[in-house]
């Protein structure tokens, strides 16, 4: 009686239906919760588990404090996400608040208290569906003038199927043919069923937050390890499928689109310029992530072709810093990126395209002024780079590009871009500059022999858009 009692109040405090099952004074099973409206529809849990331990948190230079910790056991948790209905949704205007420091302070001292561990987790969403293994978070807070709060995000591993669900992501790992191959069905209905669309083994977050009079909750510092991640796609992922009724109300607004598209352009980028700055504080001060290899294999099923490129060593750093100049106060955004290897077109040991080091080093500059355009300037360094132009491989590609009809598309009264392109305000200034001390393009033969063989000891290219007459590139070979 008290369980219904209990389930009875929650259904009319939270406005859904709750059913759950007491296990003992610290035990609840079985919980259902079904949502009448929003996006989530039900939420369901085989067993919520409580326990109290303590933890040691490091209050300053000698001082440690062993604050007790509510940790939460929960296996088996389904989340159900309803379809989302684009008619009934309504703009409402929402307005800013940012959390005062006695909130935050309330917020930081209850969350340090917490610890949360889940098994078994599925997001279940119309067209995916997102497995996790386990999931833990730790939060943890810094006693210090400026108290911080950290918290800690681990997942292992994380599966996402694509439309019904598929054999699990251990089994992926045993696709390990690259490159363009020609299979029989019986081989590569075997293919399909043991990849998943994405699978990474392991995620690791570790932020630290603070507070701000002006901004609010600040993002200070943010790390994430990966494990390896697989990318399993097929061209099915990428065709929208519409029915015969969206297709014909396509076609018939075509005109009336073009028309509005003319005189919303204007709106549209004054709101995206207002919002740079917004969106520029949502960024951390420090950023870093490391993934070991990424794996991304594209299958075409309807010509049985396999494509495996991979990259390994990927590493981004990222620095957020207040700037001074002449237009203006604006936010600094400093970002590298280094790659160990780079393989596309990948079969047996040689790949159509081969990166040994790839870095990325940018600035981006986002004034606090909407008015001022961001200026970001870009540099790529390639070393050992080469290009293996094989005959056998582009080929099938060569074919199937060619044979795709063209489709017809209806041209509308709108102005000349050329006219456009002088008089519209652009909204990202940007400088690119590309260098490869040492690359070489070998050709081959459809017997996989190679015929010619070229070098090239300095390449640069450079590009910007600062001119009012467009995009202008420049080269240098050597």
Known sequence: FASRLVAWILSRIMGASV?????GWKCLRDVVIKFKKGAVESVSVGEIRLSLRQSLVKLGVGFISRDPKLQVLICDLEVVVRPSNKSAQKSRSRRSRTPGRGKWMVVANVARFLSVSITELVVKMPKATIEVKELRVGISKDGGSKPALFVKLHLLPIVVHLGEPQISCDQSSNFNHGGYTSASHSSFASMEGTSAPFCCEELS????????????VVVKNVEITSG???????????????SSSETFSHAANVVESNVESSTARKPQKKQTLLSVPKYA????????????KLDVKFVYRLHHLVVQNSITGIQLKSFKSPSIEDVGESTRLDILMDFSEI??????????????????VSS???PLQPTTPIRSEIDFK??????????????????LQSSKKKK????DGSPNPETLRSTKPKVIMWTCTVSAPEMTIVLYDLGDSPLYHGCSQSSHAFANNISSRGTSVHMELG
């Open 19 to 23: 059913e759950f099952r007491i296990g």
């Open 205 to 216: 977050l570790s932020s630290e937050f603070g507070h701000d009079r002006e901004a609010g």
């Open 228 to 242: 390896e991640v697989t990318l399993n796609l097929n061209e099915e992922l990428f065709l929208k499928k519409k």
């Open 281 to 292: 504080s949502m960024i951390p001060e420090k950023l870093s992530f490391n993934l070991p």
């Open 343 to 360: 393989h596309l077109f990948r079969e047996a040991c040689i790949s159509v395209v081969e990166i040994l080091k790839l870095d990325v």
């Open 364 to 366: 981006t500059y986002i």
């Open 382 to 399: 390639l070393a050992g780079t080469q290009c293996n132009i094989m005959m056998s491989r582009l080929k099938p590609w060569i074919q």
């Open 408 to 411: 017809m598309v209806l041209q």
